[in-house]
């Protein structure tokens, strides 16, 4: 009357699933034309990009091989669940103590085989995404092809025709088909720094998740085993009396709140940069943000709004000074007059002052 063979009956959603939903279910989980077993794994793997564009065959080797990644993720996850059972079976027939602590750490690895089959959901996300850069790698491929043709066209009759009036046809369509390609090359370019990002940020996001909550798992179970009596008895002597059911549901139901009310903002473990990785990830930021933004010139030069006439500016300056200022500028002027003069004249006219007799 001790079993569990849940965690969570009514399975309400956890705080994760509130702040990020989950994904649909894997592709991988229904259609299975090859069934289990290495033969699936080994086609799929041999046979991906010997078909399609050049330019997609490396990517879609990749999405196939993590194609098998997630069989291999879901075969692991029924299967746990399954052992998970069969541990619960094979206590029940144990005393007290072994009985409900092996039924109970059914229940927590099977719950670790449900969060497995929800990574494959969420690892997912990750394929499916990858797999949209080898579509636009795909589309792509005829742009280069074209260009590529046109060129050895035009080669051939260079070297056959020079004087044939077929190249400069060709060379317009080689104008066109290169402007084609410098778009979709850059289309590539940016969709596939895009789509990279978001890939790995769904495959690192649902890793963290999953590692954290087996984590916390693990802890729980472990302090399942404290409940076990493993002091050593003499033959004929009886263990006391277990009376541990409260406190190994107590630990249960503590181990599904912690899994209910995990977030990523209260993740345990958090990968903490050096100075040096933290300095010149901060500078590639910064480049990568200053060639975004572009330079502003936008404050070089003063509006036009600001502009004031000359006659309001009076009242900014002392009139001393503006005085001051006129009549070295007509003394300056005057000297330059004198002195210009004398040269024009071949000799010095400057004023000599006579000595004053006493």
Sequence with gaps: MHRTYSMRATRAPTAS????????????????????GGLGHALRRNTAGAFGPDLAKKLSQLVKMEKNVMRSLEQVAK?????????????EGGDEDVSDVT?????????????????????DQYRVTMKSIRNIEASVQPS???????TDQIAQLKYKEPNSPRI????????????????????????????????YTYQFDALREHCEKVAIIAGYGKHLLELIDDTPVTPGETR?????????????????????????????VSAKLSTRARTLSQRRRNNIKARTEGHDLSGQDAPLD?????????????????????????????????EHEGDLNGESRGRNQDPVVA
């Design 17 to 36: 699933q509130i702040q990020n939903p989950p994904p649909p279910p894997s592709s991988t989980k229904s259609h299975r034309f090859f069934g289990r």
């Design 144 to 150: 280069r092809d074209r260009k590529q043709k046109i």
């Design 103 to 123: 039924d109970k750490l059914g229940v927590l690895l099977y719950e670790i085989g449900e969060l497995e089959d929800q990574y494959v959901d969420r690892y």
């Design 240 to 268: 006391p009396a277990y009376d541990g059911y409260e406190a190994s549901k107590a630990i249960i139901q503590d181990c599904e709140d912690s899994l209910t009310n995990w977030v990523t903002q209260n993740a345990a």
């Design 306 to 338: 600001d502009w004031v006439p000359a006659g309001q500016h009076k009242d900014e300056y002392d009139d001393e000074e503006d005085e001051a200022s006129d009549d070295e500028l007509v003394t300056s002027r005057r000297h330059s007059r004198v």
């Design 79 to 91: 299967e746990r669940m399954e052992v998970a059972q069969q541990l619960s079976i094979w206590g």
């Design 168 to 199: 400069v046809v060709l060379e317009q369509e080689l104008v066109r088909a290169e402007a084609e390609s410098l778009v979709a090359e850059a289309q590539l370019s940016n969709i596939t720094r895009e789509k990279i990002k978001a890939a």
